[in-house]
């Protein structure tokens, strides 16, 4: 999908906003759904939430192609008088459904390989069952742009692939996971009962302790790719390069593969901070590479620096959430942490958009993006503990974890 839905959407005519807007739509939509899927993944089980993303990546797809066989109007507002494309309206609802696919099977997946996972190996082991992904994304883009040539044939790929998907979750088991009677008869820390679910209204759970920062810090990395997915399929047909897009995210993917086998053993043993560290300057390497690019192996460099931030900053994140909530709480506290990622792709579209229109330039887009993960990074590095002090000790030289749950 990725290498094709900027592009599709293009095809109608859309200008550079008009794209942001909905490829924004996704994060929208991952912003509305994420809280009823985390409860849903905790108070009725993981399985249902993982049905319910596979059969909106099956819908999805088949959604887009639909909205472009219909008569294309111009709607007029009658308070305004703005003027709105209606195919981009469709196109945008339809992404925004389609953000319920990742709200519901990432949060439950995660939570699932949580509930797995032994505590003393469970940064190892979230890194590797992580792996799904970045095979994923060094397979799926690269297909995607083999098949840039027709959209039906690219999009319809996408409803087999869901299908397939859907007949693996029906056959999984739910897995076992302590009772919550016996968690609320266990002596809770403070921590513990600052994120009780049960106690606070689910936005304000986002401004606890364990939860702000990392969230704080995933907005940051979510502006950054979804300024990358957005921007980069066009940058390349503006510089009229004859040149496979999906091969950059392959890279991303290689690298994702790579250094998650690493990293994630690593971080039980020397702790999670400075690989969260490590994974946002990645990020930032990535997006100046971006700018700075002239030629299409500048592109894909930029790929790798990405893959290596992305397989090693989210799947650390989620080991580290899963190190500061009960199993009861999995799915509320990633649901949490991940809105931050999908309010940086909501921000990514939109904005960025309106700044390449103003400048008439991409690169100026990757350079913002690359201050925004630097200034994460200091965030990160200053306010990750309860104080500087500690803030420093965890982010860069394996200092514990003050809102850990023993």
């Known amino acids: 999908m990725i290498p094709n839905l900027a592009l599709y959407v293009g095809s109608f005519g859309a200008s550079n906003q008009e794209i942001g807007w ?12 994420r809280p009823r899927m985390a ?9 249902p939430a993982l049905l319910t993303g596979v059969l909106v990546i ?3 797809p088949a959604l887009y192609l639909a909205v472009g066989l ?26 925004m459904f389609h953000g319920l696919s990742v709200a519901a099977f990432s949060t439950a997946y995660t939570a699932a390989v949580a509930d797995l996972a032994p505590p003393q190996h469970r940064g190892e082991l979230i890194s590797t069952m992580s792996l799904a992904s970045p095979v994923g994304m060094a397979l799926g883009p690269a297909l995607g742009g083999y098949l840039s040539g027709s959209f039906v044939l690219a999009f319809l790929t996408m409803t087999g692939m869901g299908s397939i998907g859907t007949l693996c979750v029906l056959s999984a088991k739910e897995p076992a996971r302590v009772d919550t009677l016996q968690l609320e008869q266990t002596e809770g820390t403070a921590v513990q009962k600052s994120i009780r679910p049960e106690n606070t209204p689910f936005w304000s ?24 997915v957005t921007f980069v399929p066009l ?3 503006d510089q009229g390069w004859a040149f496979n897009i999906g091969l950059i995210y392959t890279a991303s993917a290689i690298a994702s593969f790579s250094i998650r086998t690493l990293t994630g053993r690593a971080s039980d043993r020397l702790g ?17 590479t971006l700018w700075l690019s002239d030629t299409p192996e500048t592109l894909l460099l930029a790929g790798l620096f990405q893959g290596a931030g992305s397989g090693t900053t989210i799947p650390i994140i989620a080991a580290l959430m899963a190190d500061r909530s009960q199993p009861n709480q999995r799915g509320l506290t990633f649901g949490l942490c991940m809105t931050g990622f999908d309010l940086g792709i909501a921000l990514a579209g939109p904005l960025m958009g309106s700044i390449a229109d103003y400048t008439g330039s991409y690169a100026i887009v990757f350079a913002i993006a690359g201050l925004m993960t630097s200034l994460g990074l200091i965030i990160f590095i200053t306010t990750s503990s309860k104080d500087i002090a500690h803030s420093i000790r965890f982010a860069l030289n394996g200092g514990r974890d ?3 749950i023993k």
């Open 22 to 33: 909905v490829m924004a739509s996704f994060a929208v939509g991952l912003l509305f759904f």
């Open 39 to 47: 409860r849903l993944t905790d108070q009725v089980g993981r399985k």
């Open 58 to 60: 099956a819908i999805a």
């Open 70 to 95: 219909l008569p294309q109007t111009i709607w007029v507002l009658p308070i305004l008088g703005w003027q709105i494309k209606s195919v981009t309206v469709l196109l945008g609802l339809v992404r």
């Open 205 to 228: 759970l986002l401004l606890t302790p364990p939860i702000r920062i990392p969230a704080l810090i995933l907005l940051m990395v979510g502006i950054a790719f979804g300024s990358l």
């Open 235 to 237: 940058y390349v047909q």
């Open 272 to 288: 999670r901070g400075r690989f969260i560290s490590l994974g946002i300057f990645c990020y930032t390497l990535s997006m100046f």
């Open 402 to 404: 003050v809102y850990a």
